[in-house]
């Protein structure tokens, strides 16, 4: 004959691992919680860019400069814009980054910030509305990296979270780097709200 163990003495799966020493427990616990931990941490390394990058997008709301190639995006970086980053530079001065489409035509690796690549703003378009308006409409607007004078990490990281420029696009030392090396003069860029 069959012995059966009244329910009261029967362990679910539950009541079981309750009754776990609470070291062990806490052990299985914290190997669990560090190895997906370590996956989590894990940076995937972006594929090699093979040949020049096609086309420059900025979204200017997402905070994020694309590079593009063959029509796919192949490199993100976040981005930091002027202190009055909302809407189109119409003036000098007025801390905006310029909406449209414009070249990245010429570069300054001895600006005041690391590497600058310059962003054909103003157009003819952009000077006929500025002086509809009676302003000037400005110039000088680049994407580059940090102000040479910022030598510190802890610096370098806080430049990075918020916008600081004049109406330039800068983005961190590193990044700069890539873009200066993959995108060639003469390439597009559409600035977007």
């Known amino acids: 004959m069959q012995h059966i163990e009244p329910s009261h003495h029967r362990k679910t799966w539950r009541s079981r691992i309750a009754s776990l020493p609470s070291g062990l427990f806490g052990a299985l616990a914290l190997a669990g919680l560090i190895g997906l931990g370590g996956c989590a941490m894990q940076k995937d390394t972006p594929p090699p860019v093979t040949g020049p990058i096609d086309k420059v997008v900025v979204k200017k709301s997402a905070r994020q400069l694309e590079l593009v190639m063959n029509g796919k995006v192949v490199r993100q970086y976040r981005i930091s814009l002027g202190g009055s980053p909302v809407g189109h ?3 000098e001065g007025d801390q905006r980054t310029p909406v449209g489409d414009y070249v990245l035509n010429w570069r300054n690796a ?3 910030y690391y590497k ?8 003819d378009r952009d000077r006929m509305v500025s002086r509809q308006l009676g302003y000037n409409p400005g110039g000088m607007i680049m994407i580059h990296g940090l102000p040479n004078y910022v030598r510190s990490e802890n610096l370098r990281k806080q430049y990075g979270g918020r916008d600081w420029t004049h109406g330039c696009i800068a983005v961190q030392n590193h990044e700069i780097d ?4 993959l995108v060639p003069d003469g390439t597009p860029i559409q600035i977007l709200p």
């Open 89 to 91: 530079k119409y003036r």
């Open 178 to 181: 890539e873009i200066w090396r």
């Open 110 to 112: 001895n600006s005041n």
């Open 116 to 123: 600058a690549i310059h962003i054909s703003y103003p157009n």
